[in-house]
């Protein structure tokens, strides 16, 4: 089961508020994922998940295939049962991993083989086996086999890129028949507007369920970010989901849920917290600086989390200056929730026609609220 419904549109944006069914439920959109990529979010439980509000979360493919091994997770029932997650599931198809395992991958025009970054040992994904993993994983949104390419590569090669990119596409969405599940396809075409013109002809006309934009926050200009991920939400099917890729700063959501993109995930929050770095209202903290030693504040004042609500950067500074682990599980439980209420905020200021002025008044409160460096 999937079905998308566009509830509202921004009357000075192209922000959009929508809702998502699928066979685990229904959540709102725009949406925040947090990212579970080996059926785990970092240092937090699913049930803490439920606790700070979320929907959906997501899970690889690629290293879920290498462990526990995705038969192991079949015999399980699905991903859902095996880490005790009754919400919805978005799983990547590993496309990602051609770009950040580069070194340890062959691309040919039937698929990807990788050389394990575990043991070395060979794995070949075709968007058949990619399918057929995720299959066995029980998500409900699938997504396509893609080549996300360097953003420094030229025109050739990315046209060469996303005709390969199409047949998988096209080879993606013809093994998907006969499974329950959901599939969305990717929108690739480098830092070429044209290409990207391009892509989401390819692509849409295949036809998927929704459509992610690829291949940005791959370190490109953060302008450049920006003027293609609006150039390419433009172009998508307004009856569809559009979901954007591993970006980014709470700046960044709010700026592209301006242009008109629903679903978003980064591991920034998760991995920022295990690095001592929090998100809030008044921009970003470095808990581990000598200045908090004393401060018995919180985090945020304005920040409802579990964290926020219990301890003080005084004693979170203790923590991470020691080495405890649960400094790791304070911060991820704080910034997690302040991104997720973050969009959940945005989608309410959509519904009530006032997005324009929230989106403004936050990026003013972030960017000149006090960066505690």
Known sequence: MFGFTLEKKDNRTDARAGKIITDHG????????????????????THELYD???DIILGNTYHLHLRPGDDTIKSFKGLHNFISWEKSILTDSGGFQVFSLGEFTKKTQDGVIFKSHLDGSKIYLT????????SNLGSDIMMVLDECAPFTEGKPYIEESLELTRQWALRSKMAKIGTKQSIFGIIQGGVFPDLRKLAVSQITDIGFDGYAIGGLSVGESINQMY??????????????????????????????ISFGIDMFDCVMPTRNARNG???TSSGKLHIKRKEWALSDIPIDSKCDCYTCAHYSRGYLRHLYKVGELLALRLNTIHNLFFYISLVKNAKRAIKDGYFRKFMNDKLYEMNTGGNHV
């Not at 229904?26 to 439980?45: A, L, R």
């Open 127 to 134: 968007p058949e086996k990619c399918i057929d993993i995720q």
């Open 277 to 279: 770095l929090l998100f």
């Open 227 to 256: 003027e293609l991920a609006n150039f390419t939400a433009d172009l998508l099917p307004e009856n569809k989901p559009r979901y954007l890729m591993g970006v980014g700063t709470p700046e960044d959501l709010l700026n592209c």
């Open 26 to 45: 229904e959540f709102e959109t725009p949406i925040f994922m947090p990212v579970g990529t080996q059926g785990s979010v970092k240092t937090v439980t």
């Open 52 to 54: 700070m509000g979320a």
